[in-house]
């Protein structure tokens, strides 16, 4: 048998400083394994013990907590968003709609990338030693400070050139308005949740509790609250101020200039340059998923058949996006504890696993799956009466809404997850990180997916109301 196939090795022999890396990380060599100075072999104690002895019981136990709460605060989102449907600027800038997905889904491409590769970081020893962790911390938050400014930049680009596509029209002002609200939007967002998760996997790490299973429901938890919230005061106030020529492109260029002093602290880690030369491809290529969703929600937000679509919208993508990122964090973290990147366990080694294997057999990845599968209905349900309790007379109050909403939810988790499984198998053998290359993807699909569900959700449940109600009128207006 290949020898290169059959070493699975533990994280103190494969030098594990190096995963954090988003381009290519080393493969392991035919000779054996990667040659690594002594000093800096990290040890995997804290853990190789610990995930060998998760049950579905204390992964349900870590998760259900912080993704309670992350639901809370996607209902949140989605009250505010239907609020914000109504402001001046959403009614006359319809783009701004189109917007939302790809900037509240950057807690996807950044901030959940983020979370996941501290994870990965902190649970691999890399930030035990203060001066190491000072560096890791500093320099990713420079990155997602250089990445939230450019996907800021581009994500209104494509909302405009769908919007154009759809309409035919291309007003300048907007052009300049939807620019500037997006650009300080996703920096503001990138650097509150950043620090915010920072804090979240330091604190796990001390607690010991494993940082792959609450770090990323937490950030969505207020992710979507605040970005949606900074989204709404600014685009308002550049709306108000609309006449003034030169506020807008000012404040552009004023953030775009900082991103070269973000470029340099970022620089000083090797494994981030790596980053910021190959890592652009997967969070673009899921902003411009995310952002057909955003196309979806803008066509039918204003329609009456889809009454209620802005409040529900943050809850469905959201919660797929925060179990999807989770399941794939978990599976990241396994790989680089107990393998060589570019090289799949034996018990991995199909790219297209059969969808039983990923939910239904023994082993701890499928085990997760399970957990937070059985976690979709219920979650749902307790944000349901959440929002109906708040907002109950924006909504469908049919049961035929709830169960085809349900299924809806159900669908969507189902395939992100099975995608989840994939998409990690594919990128840990191009030996490529899947920490920073799968969620963007993931949570861009999950937008799409959970916009594309619930709009279907809208329209069967008012064409079935529809046809019940001509059924009730028709003998009512026969012949007597």
Not at 56 to 81: H, R, T
Not at 161 to 182: H, I, M, P, Q, R
Request: charged share 15%.
């Amino acid at each position: 048998m290949d020898g290169t196939e059959t070493r699975q090795r533990r994280a103190g022999e494969l030098g594990l400083r190096y995963t954090l890396s988003t381009g290519r990380l080393p493969r392991a060599s035919e000779d054996g394994p990667l040659s690594v100075p002594e000093s800096q072999r990290v040890s995997p104690k804290p853990l190789g013990t610990e995930l060998s002895r998760e049950t579905a019981l204390s992964i349900g136990l870590q998760v259900i907590v912080p993704f309670m709460f992350a639901g809370l605060g996607l209902s949140g989102a989605g009250i505010l968003l239907s609020y914000f449907q109504h402001w001046p600027v959403f009614m006359e800038v319809k783009d701004l709609l189109t917007l939302v997905p790809p900037l509240v889904g950057l807690k996807g491409n950044l901030e959940m990338t983020l979370a996941s590769r501290l994870s990965t970081a902190a649970n691999t020893g890399q930030m035990d030693d203060p001066r190491e962790q000072h560096g890791v911390i500093s320099s990713n938050l420079a990155l997602i400070q250089v990445q939230a400014t450019v996907v800021g930049f581009l994500a209104p680009l494509a909302a405009l050139l769908l919007g154009a596509l759809s309409t035919g029209e291309l007003d300048f002002e907007k052009v300049k308005l939807l620019c500037a609200s997006s650009v300080i939007t996703a920096f503001l967002a990138a650097f509150a949740l950043g620090m915010l998760m920072v804090c979240i996997v330091i604190g796990a790490r001390k607690l010991g509790v494993n940082p792959d299973n609450i770090a990323t429901p937490i950030a969505a938890s207020l992710g979507d609250l605040i970005t949606l919230s900074i989204l709404a005061f600014f685009s308002s106030f550049f709306y108000k101020h609309k006449d003034s020529r030169y506020l807008t492109p000012l404040v552009c260029i004023g953030l775009m200039a900082l991103t070269p002093v973000w470029v340099l602290i970022a620089r000083k880690n090797p494994p981030i340059v790596k980053i910021l030369k190959f890592g652009w491809f997967p969070i673009i290529l899921a902003m411009v998923i995310s952002s057909f969703g955003g196309l979806i929600l803008n066509k039918t937000i204003s329609k009456e058949q889809y009454k209620g679509m802005a409040i529900f919208t943050p809850i469905i993508c959201g919660v797929g996006g925060n179990l999807v990122a989770i399941q794939t964090s978990r599976i990241s973290t396994y790989l680089h504890m107990w393998s060589t990147p570019g090289v799949l366990p034996l018990w991995m080694k199909k790219f297209w696993p059969n969808p039983c294997s990923t939910f239904c057999t023994s082993e701890i990845n499928s085990m997760s799956a399970r957990v937070l599968l059985f976690l979709v209905i219920p979650g749902h349900l307790i944000f349901l009466y959440v929002i109906y309790l708040v907002e109950g007379h924006l909504v469908p109050n049919s049961k035929t809404f709830v169960v085809f909403y349900l299924l809806a939810g159900l669908i969507q988790v189902t395939i992100l997850l099975y995608l989840a499984e994939v998409m990690v198998r594919l990128t840990w053998h191009q030996a490529l990180d899947p920490d920073n290359h799968c969620i963007p993807y993931l949570t861009g699909l999950g937008d799409l997916l959970g916009t594309g569900l619930l709009a279907l959700c809208f329209l069967i449940s008012w064409l079935l109301s529809e046809a019940e109600l001509d059924g009730i009128l028709e003998p009512a207006s026969g012949p007597p």
